[in-house]
């Protein structure tokens, strides 16, 4: 038996999602470590340690997913996310919004 999906809504596509104004607006740490909130990543190790990339990915993808505007604002620097922006993994419609108001990230 087959089931059509193609009319579902999805749950990710009613979710809201924040991008900020500007990037100067992103006052995350560029180095060290970054302890993620419960409202952001309720998985193990909420630590992360921005020198590894797997942290970073963990850290970025899970803050652009489910973070507050203030959330984003205080964890994510401009530094590392314009470094590793064309490795996250991210949902299509939250790379857009981003690419959208800030051009740069797409180049």
């Known amino acids: ?13 009613t979710r809201g999602f924040a ?3 500007s990037l100067a ?10 302890r993620l ?3 952001v990543y309720w998985g193990p190790e909420p630590i992360v340690d921005l020198a590894h ?3 970073v990915a963990k850290a970025y993808e899970a803050t652009l997913r489910e973070g507050t505007l203030a959330e984003v604002q205080a964890l994510v620097s401009p530094t ?11 949902p299509v419609r939250i790379r857009r919004a981003w690419e959208s108001r800030f051009p740069e990230l797409a180049s």
């Open 19 to 21: 991008v900020p104004a």
């Open 37 to 39: 909130p419960d409202s």
């Open 53 to 55: 990339w797997d942290d």
């Open 25 to 34: 607006d992103l006052a995350g740490p560029a180095e060290g470590s970054l």
């Open 1 to 13: 038996m087959t089931i059509d999906t193609a009319g579902r809504v999805r749950t990710e596509s």
């Open 80 to 90: 590392i996310l314009r470094r590793w922006w064309s490795s996250l993994f991210l």
